[in-house]
Every structure is written in C-alpha cells, then in structure tokens.
Nanobody, 118 residues
Framework: QVQLVESGGGLVQPGGSLRLSCLAS????????MGWYRQAPGKQRELVAT???????NYSDSVKGRFTISRDNVKNTVSLQMNSLKPEDTAVYYC????????????WGQGTQVTVSS
C-alpha cells in the first residue's frame, strides 16, 4: 500500500523550531520529486519547499533562510527543518511525492498540524 505519513508537528512558541518528517512506504521515493506544502485556515494550499530527485532544492520566499528540506533515499524519508518559526507559519503541513513521465504519479500525505503561538 502506497503511503506518505507525516510526523513532527505540534505547538511551538514564536522563534522556536520543529522538524517534520515524511516516511514513504509502498514505493521508493528515490525517483520522485518531493515537496512540502502547507494550508492555513481559509487559505489555499501553498508550496513551502521542494527537493528534486536530483537533489535540487527550492523554497518559497516566505521560508527561505529559515526552513531546510532534506531527503534520505535510503530511509525513504524527506524532512523539513523549521527554525525561527513565526505565527504566520501556522498551518497543516503536507508531504507530496511526484514523478513525471508518460503518466504523472502523485501521492500526498494526510498532513500534520503546526501551530506557532505564545
């Protein structure tokens, strides 16, 4: 069964840190481009960071310099280290795996809540 399972969310004070993890099962994420997205209440889901199968990373301007995406193709995981968290980072964070080609294959996790509040 193909699954992406996120973990590591929670409540943190402004300026704090959290590390999110996404474990893939049922497929090898080595050939997939991986990404973290987030959705705040009343807002559309937005891209946070991506890590291509080749290792290229990209970040949204709002998290650049504060968040770091990394992938471990041996452990079949992708992580998001979040530092200097702000209240506006509060959202449900989702992991996504996508592989292009003749047929695009895309998987999403169920999401993990991150709340930044004092």
């Amino acid at each position: 069964q193909v699954q992406l399972v996120e973990s590591g969310g929670g409540l943190v004070q402004p300026g704090g840190s959290l590390r999110l993890s996404c474990l893939a099962s049922g497929f090898n994420l080595r050939t997939y481009d991986m990404g973290w997205y987030r959705q705040a209440p009343g807002k559309q889901r937005e891209l946070v960071a991506t890590a291509s199968s080749g290792g290229t990373t990209n970040y949204s301007d709002s998290v650049k310099g504060r968040f770091t995406i990394s992938r471990d193709n041996v452990k079949n995981t992708v992580s998001l280290q979040m530092n200097s968290l702000k209240p506006e980072d509060t959202a449900v964070y989702y992991c996504k795996a996508v592989r292009g080609g003749i047929s695009v294959v895309e998987y999403w996790g169920q999401g993990t809540q991150v709340t930044v509040s004092s």
